[in-house]
T-cell receptor
């Protein structure tokens, strides 16, 4: 069955370190998204991609970057981790831009 | 820009009771509307969606939602709640965000507790 996976599921890192969170989907979807989830804020869009080599900033993109070299993967990089980036991160994908987004299981990141 | 309001942060119901979770949105045209459910430690699962057509939408797990344009609402309902329905529920609005870009905006969620 097609699915979307994230790794690692849990990560603890230190302030200032570079961290990369992986997202892999086997749906063959064109569109992929990264969100962060924080208490009281719901889900907020970090970055998104509408296809290979396409990336766009979301509403909370500062301190994050993505690159899309193939259809299946959209890794999220925290260039210099900050305590404010402690959160749960979700990856999602969709076939069409307005289609249903399917979510991965999430990565819980703690920045000490 | 679109926005979504879920007025109830936390709702407690008894098992077997009916349930209604409220969702109000702000958008200039008819948006796409979604309800997702999130169990503890899990990702979001789609319950149902409205794109067009019949304003009463049926979803999985016995849930339904009704789109009311005049009230800008998309409330989620279930006639009889089961203990396994305890989770957090998110309403989301999808709409164009400039050019051919499209954005999904989430409400802050409603946490459902089910008492035995």
């Amino acid at each position: 069955d097609a699915e979307i996976t994230q790794s690692p599921r849990h990560k603890i890192t230190e302030t200032g370190r570079q961290v990369t969170l992986a997202c892999h989907q086997t749906w063959n979807h064109n569109n992929m998204f990264w969100y962060r989830q924080d208490l009281g804020h719901g889900l907020r869009l970090i970055h998104y991609s509408y296809g290979v080599h396409d990336t766009n900033k979301g509403e909370v993109s500062d301190g994050y970057s993505v690159s899309r070299s193939n259809t299946e993967d959209l890794p999220l990089t925290l260039e210099s981790a900050a305590s404010s980036q402690t959160s749960v991160y979700f990856c999602a994908s969709s076939q069409g831009r307005a289609d249903t987004q399917y979510f991965g299981p999430g990565t819980r990141l703690t920045v000490l | 820009a679109q926005s979504v309001t879920q007025p109830d942060i936390h709702i407690t119901v008894s098992e077997g009771a009916s349930l209604e979770l409220r969702c109000n949105y702000s958008y200039g045209a008819t948006p796409y509307l979604f309800w997702y459910v999130q169990s503890p430690g899990q990702g979001l699962q789609l319950l149902l969606k409205y794109f067009s057509g019949d304003t009463l939408v049926q979803g999985i797990k016995g849930f339904e939602a009704e789109f009311k344009r005049s009230q800008s609402s998309f409330n989620l309902r279930k006639p009889s709640v089961h203990w396994s329905d305890a989770a957090e529920y998110f309403c989301a609005v999808g709409a164009r965000s400039g050019g051919s870009n499209y954005k999904l905006t989430f409400g802050k969620g409603t946490l459902l507790t089910v008492n035995p």
